[in-house]
């Protein structure tokens, strides 16, 4: 018994008429009638009556007709599982990220995406460290991960976009005398203190800044390290020291910082989406797309505010993912 002999079975059973049926399922009549006697074999029992006066269902027809539509409806409803299954419409995916994927705004539009979008699809969110991310990846305890910095041995089993670049800018006390201008370079920091992030929390961007400060001329003087960002703002608003922070966190109000560009200083936060090699996912391959649409209309944003506490451009709706045809404790 195969699920056509059920579909023919339906329609005779409809129609009560073996020459309607015929023309509604689009084949001729003796083979129809070949395959209705097939199934009152495998069934072991008459479904039709079949007389002078037209078709009628047998007791045992109607009995099967219920059970006939069910098993279609069921059949159905499995390809439709399956189908939006392949084409990334349902299932989880476990995501780690780093507090930066939250507070530029593009963690929140992805999850915002999906929520209006592809409600089947179940997100389940670890914020790590990029280090915690990664032996995440390696134990399969999450399918991808949002770092700042990228594992030495990356390329060996990982695959790794960097999505989204955060230009850093000086973050200052407002009663600072640095708070009340507008335009200064790297040197003029060389007397400062810094919150400074820890290396074990990010190495590339650690190096990067200690590099630039003494490409100005200076080793900076580091006050209190904090592998948070929320937790760095907090201490320059104390008076603590001084901090790059990601341009992004500007654009979140805090009473006492002030927020200003340094024209020699070039340094970004990256935001890099990283999975393990070989593994295909079509969720996965749904989240990513969804991503860089997101990381794209906000990258403007963060390439023409400098820094001056602005919110940049509002970002635009995100687009919908490809139709099947062609077919969302703080560290770093």
């Given at each position: 018994?195969?699920?056509?002999?059920?579909?023919?079975?339906v329609a005779v059973a409809e129609?009560?008429?073996?020459?309607?049926?015929?023309?509604?399922?689009?084949?001729?009549?003796?083979?129809?009638?070949?395959?209705?006697?097939?199934?009152?074999?495998?069934?072991?029992?008459?479904?039709?009556?079949?007389?002078?006066?037209?078709?009628?269902?047998?007791?045992?027809?109607?009995?099967?007709?219920?059970?006939?539509?069910?098993?279609?409806?069921?059949?159905?409803?499995?390809?439709?599982?399956?189908?939006?299954?392949?084409?990334?419409?349902?299932?989880?995916?476990?995501?780690?990220?780093?507090?930066?994927?939250?507070?530029?705004?593009?963690?929140?539009?992805?999850?915002?995406?999906?929520?209006?979008?592809?409600?089947?699809?179940?997100?389940?969110?670890?914020?790590?460290?990029?280090?915690?991310?990664?032996?995440?990846?390696?134990?399969?305890?999450?399918?991808?991960?949002?770092?700042?910095?990228?594992?030495?041995?990356?390329?060996?089993?990982?695959?790794?976009?960097?999505?989204?670049?955060?230009?850093?800018?000086?973050?200052?006390?407002?009663?600072?005398?640095?708070?009340?201008?507008?335009?200064?370079?790297?040197?003029?920091?060389?007397?400062?203190?810094?919150?400074?992030?820890?290396?074990?929390?990010?190495?590339?961007?650690?190096?990067?800044?200690?590099?630039?400060?003494?490409?100005?001329?200076?080793?900076?003087?580091?006050?209190?390290?904090?592998?948070?960002?929320?937790?760095?703002?907090?201490?320059?608003?104390?008076?603590?020291?001084?901090?790059?922070?990601?341009?992004?966190?500007?654009?979140?109000?805090?009473?006492?910082?002030?927020?200003?560009?340094?024209?020699?200083?070039?340094?970004?936060?990256?935001?890099?989406?990283?999975?393990?090699?070989?593994?295909?996912?079509?969720?996965?391959?749904?989240?990513?797309?969804?991503?860089?649409?997101?990381?794209?209309?906000?990258?403007?944003?963060?390439?023409?505010?400098?820094?001056?506490?602005?919110?940049?451009?509002?970002?635009?709706?995100?687009?919908p993912a490809p139709p099947r045809?062609?077919?969302?404790?703080?560290?770093?």
């Open positions: 018994m195969e699920l056509r002999h059920l579909r023919y079975f129609e009560l008429s073996f020459g309607r049926a015929a023309r509604r399922l689009h084949i001729a009549q003796p083979p129809l009638s070949r395959q209705i006697r097939d199934l009152e074999r495998d069934v072991g029992a008459p479904l039709f009556d079949r007389g002078s006066r037209g078709v009628t269902l047998t007791a045992a027809g109607r009995a099967f007709l219920p059970e006939a539509r069910l098993t279609l409806a069921q059949a159905e409803r499995a390809q439709r599982t399956a189908q939006r299954a392949a084409q990334g419409e349902t299932g989880r995916l476990r995501v780690g990220f780093v507090e930066a994927a939250t507070h530029s705004g593009i963690l929140p539009d992805v999850l915002g995406f999906f929520r209006m979008h592809l409600p089947a699809i179940g997100l389940s969110l670890l914020e790590m460290d990029s280090a915690q991310q990664a032996e995440a990846l390696r134990e399969s305890r999450i399918d991808l991960g949002l770092i700042g910095s990228i594992p030495p041995d990356a390329e060996r089993w990982l695959h790794t976009e960097t999505v989204y670049a955060d230009p850093l800018v000086l973050a200052v006390p407002e009663d600072h005398p640095l708070g009340g201008r507008r335009r200064f370079t790297l040197a003029d920091l060389a007397a400062e203190s810094f919150v400074l992030v820890p290396r074990y929390a990010s190495p590339v961007l650690h190096d990067d800044i200690i590099a630039r400060c003494r490409e100005a001329g200076f080793s900076p003087r580091i006050a209190q390290e904090a592998a948070g960002w929320h937790t760095t703002v907090s201490l320059v608003s104390a008076g603590v020291g001084i901090a790059f922070v990601p341009q992004s966190l500007a654009r979140l109000t805090r009473t006492g910082v002030a927020y200003r560009t340094i024209r020699d200083f070039g340094v970004e936060l990256q935001l890099t989406a990283v999975w393990r090699q070989r593994e295909k996912s079509p969720v996965r391959e749904r989240f990513v797309t969804t991503l860089r649409a997101v990381a794209r209309a906000r990258m403007p944003a963060a390439r023409s505010a400098r820094g001056e506490g602005s919110a940049g451009r509002r970002l635009p709706p995100v687009p045809t062609a077919l969302p404790r703080t560290r770093r």
